[in-house]
Structure formats: C-alpha cells, structure tokens
C-alpha cells in the first residue's frame, strides 16, 4: 500500500500531522469549545424553510459575493459597519487562510503570540509563509512593550493576535492591539471567535476599524451561535481588505445552502445567544470550582477554561476520559482545556476532578 512518504508531496509538509482533536463518543464531550446546547425548534424550522427554498435552484451558481449575507453580519455587529466591510467564508479558519494567501505567502512572515490558535501555524505552513513563534509571559499575558517589540524584531508582514486567546481564554488589553498596530509594518488579524463569551466591559477591536485599514477583525458563528456545523466565519476589515481578498476566494466558494442558513440563524439572533449567558456562568463556575480546590486556572473571556493539572497532562487527561469526560491536551505541558458546556456536563466533570478522584 502506498504511503504519505512514498508521494512527492512538499517537503515542509513531510512528518507533520493533520489538525484535529479527538472525536470521541463519550458521555461528556468538552474538548472542542462547541456550544452545547442544540438548535431550539423554532430555529431548525426556519433554517429548514430557508435551505428549502434554495433546493430547486441547486443548478444555479449561489451568489458568489453573499452580499444579502454580509448585509446581515454587518448589522449584527454594529460599529457602523456596512456590507462594503464585511466578508465571510466556510469558518474563520477559512477566512484567515484567504489572508493570508493575500498578504502572506512565499517570502512573507506571520508573527503569532504562542500559545495561542495551534491552527495559524499550519496556516502559514500551508499558505508558504514563514512562522514567527512569538512568546507570551510566564503569566500566559501579552503586554503592549513585550508584543511591540517583537513586533519591531521580525518586522513580519501579518501579525496574528488572539482576543479571547486560545487555549488559555483571556482577552487582550486593547492597549496591545494599538500598540502593534502602530508598530506593525503589514496587517494585524484579530481573531475574536470567542467574543461573544468576554466577561461585561471586554472591548473588541472593532471599535479601532476606522481609521486602521491594515487591522482585520474575524469571527465565527460556530461558537456562541452554535452553529459549528453550519461552517461559517467572517471578517470585518475596511473595504479595500475586502477587496484584496476577493483576488484570491475561490470561485462561488460559499454554497447557496449555507448562506440561506446562516442568514436565516443571524434573523432568530436573540434565540440561538440566549444560551451565551448560561454557558459563562458554567465557566465561571469551573474557575471558581477549580482554583477551590487549589488548582491555577487562566482568567477566561471565553466558553472554555485552561487549568493546571500538576504533572503530566497526558496521564489526567486519559484520567478524566475513563471517567467519561474528554477534555482537550493543547500540547501545553502541565495543563489541559475543558469547555464550559451545560450545568450537567459541568457536574460530571467537576466530580471527575475532584480530589478524591485525582
């Protein structure tokens, strides 16, 4: 049988392995940040009636732009946005591929915050462009002086910052991203996919779009709308971003389907969030639980919680799965994810983390 290193496949791509975590079929599933909770009833009905009437025109390219889509994200979020600045794609890891193919790419860099989205390596690895292993404080923090200045060592030419940060979950001080902004010679990415889950009085880098045509906000509606299955992400940049990426999208890379479902979940908004507020006090819980019970846990700003385990992560985490809870092993040493999921899910792993079962 053939093998992967019997194929002439590039070199840089020799001995790696695909992205993905564990799927698992266990009772407690709490390794992949999804929400929890299923599609209410009068959400299904609608997303189905909204696919439904695309069915008879499947011979027929979809809008190959999304403009009624874009027109409505852009007043889902506010800050004076409009279509113009507005673009999506089949999740924001699709999007910030596009970026990259835009202002990454061969004889480029990208300057990430690690740890940080173990995805934007590969990204660049899979676009051809160089990765900058950028370092965070002991802390897990990323300060404005710390952030500038390797910013100003690299000089790269798409710096990517996370706001809620994965894996650890706390958002950035804004602070931080004016001050790359500033010093950054290409774009600066902001990804906020766990926006919606930031803690009362958490900014987003959207306010700082006017007047900073080389910041790009993403998003994704996989999170807090719990529509991961529905695969759709966007951006919110100013429209000459928009523009450039339009260079290089596939062609009618966003499927009628998709488009009539994510307009029809972005029209029932306040249903498909009302699970938001519910999944933060479940995260809140597990912080509060945890550091109880002597365990350091990252201040988190979204729907998961990094927390120490005290040894090898590994062994803790084989531990809480033969309880019937998966949890993520992020490759950080010492340390493990657990999303926050419903009250039940929480109860099932507190208890498999208690003291007594440790």
């Not at 657990?338 to 498999?352: C, R």
Request: with cysteine.
């Amino acid at each position: 049988m053939t093998s992967l290193d019997d194929l002439p496949i590039r070199d840089e791509l020799r001995g790696r392995r695909p992205y993905g975590a564990p799927q698992l079929e266990v009772p407690v599933r709490l390794n992949t940040n999804e929400n929890s909770y299923p599609v209410p009833d009068a959400v299904v009905e609608a997303i189905g009636k909204a696919v439904a009437v695309e069915l008879r025109d499947l011979n027929r390219y979809p809008d190959r732009d999304a403009v009624a889509l874009r027109t409505d994200l852009a007043d889902y979020l506010g800050h004076g946005l409009t279509t113009a600045n507005l673009w999506a794609a089949n999740g924001s890891n699709e999007i910030q591929q596009q970026l990259l193919q835009a202002f990454g790419g061969p004889g480029r860099s990208m300057l990430g915050f690690t740890p940080a989205y173990s995805m934007h390596p590969l990204l660049a690895l899979g676009t051809g462009t160089r990765w900058l292993d950028g370092r965070r404080g002991a802390d897990f923090g990323l300060t404005p002086a710390d952030a500038v200045a390797q910013v100003r060592q690299h000089q790269p030419d798409v710096v990517f910052l996370c706001s809620p940060n994965n894996p650890t979950g706390t958002a950035l001080d804004p602070e931080v991203v004016t001050a790359v902004l500033a010093a950054a010679p290409g774009m600066v990415v902001v990804d906020e996919a766990y926006a919606e889950f930031a803690r009362p009085g958490t900014p987003s880098a959207l306010s700082l779009l006017p007047g900073h045509p080389r910041l790009v906000v993403t998003r994704t509606m996989s999170k807090a709308f719990g529509f991961a299955g529905g695969r759709l992400g966007y951006l919110a940049a100013d429209p000459a971003v928009v523009d450039a990426i339009q260079l290089v999208r596939l062609p009618y890379h966003l499927s009628a389907l998709t488009q009539a479902a994510a307009r029809a979940a972005l029209a029932h908004r306040d249903a498909l969030l009302a699970t938001v507020e519910v999944i933060k006090e479940q995260r809140d819980r597990i912080v509060a639980e945890l550091r109880r019970n002597g365990i350091t846990v990252a201040d988190s700003d979204a729907n998961f919680v990094l927390f120490e385990v005290g040894g090898d992560q590994a062994t803790v985490w084989q531990a809480l799965l033969d309880r019937g809870v998966l949890v993520r092993d992020v490759g950080l040493a010492g340390w493990l994810r657990v999303t926050a999921g419903t009250p039940q899910e929480t109860d099932a792993f507190l208890a498999a983390m208690a003291p007594s079962e440790r």
